[in-house]
């Protein structure tokens, strides 16, 4: 069984910056999409970005283009995201995710980021 585990939360000024990690244990299949997603109070779990493990392939969502750098060690199984130019509307639960393709889904317990002055 995939087991994620994210580090790295806590809290940030606006403008500051954090950086989160995921390790998945259990030997995950080696064809997957490793990502990131946030809930704000009160709202739906958002994809934040994704990468693939074939060819790197990287997705972000527009919130985030130009402020966050997503990435990953294929041979530590970890997956990165950097966030710079934090915003109060950064606020929310950030969880990973790893799809295996094909395959099933897992996600981690989620880490806590608040962003406020």
């Known amino acids: 069984q995939v087991q994620l585990v994210e580090s790295g939360g806590g809290s940030a000024e606006p403008g500051g910056s954090l950086r989160l990690s995921c390790v998945a244990s259990?030997?995950?299949?080696?064809?997957?999409?490793m990502g990131w997603y946030r809930q704000a109070p009160g709202k739906q779990r958002e994809l934040v970005a994704n990468i693939r493990s074939s060819d790197g392939n990287l997705h972000y969502a527009e919130p985030v283009k130009g402020r966050f750098t997503c990435s990953r060690d294929n041979a530590k199984n970890t997956l990165y995201l950097q966030m710079n130019s934090l915003k109060p509307e950064d606020t929310g639960v950030y969880y990973c995710?790893?799809?295996?393709?094909?395959?099933?889904?897992?996600w981690g317990q989620g880490t806590q980021v608040t962003v406020s002055t």
């Open positions: 995710k790893l799809s295996e393709l094909p395959g099933s889904d897992f």
């Open positions: 259990g030997n995950p299949y080696y064809n997957n999409i």
